[in-house]
């Protein structure tokens, strides 16, 4: 079974607003929060112990994620900022959060700030003798929506702290245009983009209104991902900058960026609603979201799976198939049904998030 790489998960958010704690089983936390506001407006979790050994999650890019006040959902939203500096504690907050919960349960997590560290998870991993207490999963965190950082000159602290991805919107930011919120690259947009390039961030077009990611694609020297994002050709009819346009999808393969596919329902079939039965959907739309990427490619390099899950959606809301993170190596046998090779299924479900 390949190694599982999820390019996207609301870790931090959770554990602040509902205190879910992704040491236990996914069943547990979901018989914890049973009636709760957690289930009404989050969903039930996807994720938690042992779902993320048994289905060989090696790595998570873990998110700090707040939203402006004008988006927040509701006054039990303890993670929305008013102005930067609530952003910037908030954000620290969080990353503060996986920073605890590596400590305190090392065998479960651990942060990955170089790629001496992500070796030696990835050998523990290989390890055909280890426990699966000696397997943890790597955590590398990733700012969804750049406010938190209040200055460029606060990067360097943001890299000592371990952040190592950076995406520039969620909604809009004072940086670019964002999700239902489209518009250019700022001047403050260009010069933060400058100053992570000094310092090595990774960029995550995620989120970023099309003019914004395109002009950052031609400007932004170093890595570039969408984490978590789908074509949005497969989607007719919805009218939304949240998608990869092919002109898009085009820029990232040509910077050799990866993509990763989010198996949400309403992101996989255009039709589908909140609310609707999950039975409609099948792991066989995420195969054709791989699938339209591969195509366009060429090749099986820049398509992964940027889960998004506990990302304001739960079980209810993926596929039929899916009941935790493990149950995404089902895409394993339907990618082989569909002509892909060992190589190819394995750089999808994870290797080419760690090249």
């Given at each position: 079974m390949p190694l599982l790489v999820d390019a996207h998960e609301d870790l931090a958010w959770n554990i602040q607003v509902f205190e879910r704690d992704y040491t236990r089983s996914a069943?547990?936390?979901?018989?914890?929060?049973?009636?709760?506001?957690?289930?009404?407006?989050?969903?039930?979790?996807?994720?938690?112990?042992?779902?993320?050994?048994r289905g060989r999650v090696a790595?998570?890019?873990?998110?700090?994620?707040?939203?402006?006040?004008?988006?927040?959902?509701?006054?039990?939203?303890?993670?929305?900022?008013?102005?930067?500096?609530?952003?910037?504690?908030?954000?620290?907050?969080?990353?503060?959060?996986?920073?605890?919960?590596?400590e305190h349960h090392p065998e479960k997590f651990r942060l990955?700030?170089?790629?001496?560290?992500?070796?030696?998870?990835?050998a523990r991993w290989e390890d055909p003798h280890a426990e699966s207490d000696g397997r943890p999963v790597g955590l590398v965190p990733l700012m969804e929506g750049a406010e938190g950082v209040r200055s460029p000159d606060e990067l360097g602290e943001w890299w000592e702290e371990g952040l190592r991805i950076i995406g520039?919107?969620?909604?809009?930011?004072?940086?670019?245009?964002?999700?239902?919120?489209?518009?250019?690259?700022?001047?403050?947009?260009?010069?933060?983009?400058?100053?992570?390039?000094?310092?090595g961030f990774a960029l995550d077009l995620s989120h970023m209104d099309e003019a914004a990611a395109l002009e950052a694609l031609d400007l932004y020297p170093g890595t570039v991902i969408a984490s978590h994002a789908n074509p949005a050709a497969l989607l007719p009819g919805v009218e939304s900058n949240r998608h990869l346009s092919d002109r898009l999808i085009r820029g990232i393969i040509e910077r050799d960026g990866v993509i990763g596919i989010v198996p949400f329902n309403a992101f996989l079939v255009p039709d589908w609603r909140k609310g609707d039965s999950r039975q409609k959907?099948?792991?066989?739309?995420?195969?054709?979201?791989?699938?339209?990427?591969?195509?366009?490619?060429?090749?099986a390099r820049h398509v992964g799976i940027g889960s998004d899950f506990d990302g304001g959606f739960g079980v209810q809301s993926v596929p039929a198939d899916v009941d935790t993170i493990a149950d995404l190596q089902k895409l394993a046998p339907l990618l082989a049904a569909k002509g892909y090779s060992d190589e190819d299924i394995a750089r999808i479900l994870g290797e080419n998030w760690l090249a």
């Open positions: 069943e547990e936390t979901r018989r914890l929060e049973r009636g709760s506001l957690a289930v009404e407006r989050n969903g039930d979790t996807l994720l938690g112990w042992p779902a993320y050994p790595v998570v890019f873990s998110t700090l994620f707040a939203a402006p006040a004008r988006r927040r959902v509701g006054e039990w939203d303890t993670q929305a900022y008013a102005n930067f500096d609530e952003a910037h504690r908030l954000y620290h907050g969080q990353l503060t959060a996986y920073h605890r919960l590596a990955i700030g170089s790629r001496a560290d992500l070796e030696d998870l990835l520039l919107a969620w909604a809009g930011t004072r940086f670019c245009g964002g999700t239902r919120e489209p518009g250019p690259l700022t001047e403050e947009g260009r010069a933060l983009l400058n100053a992570m390039a000094e310092v959907v099948t792991l066989e739309r995420v195969v054709a979201h791989i699938d339209y990427i591969c195509q366009m490619a060429g090749d």
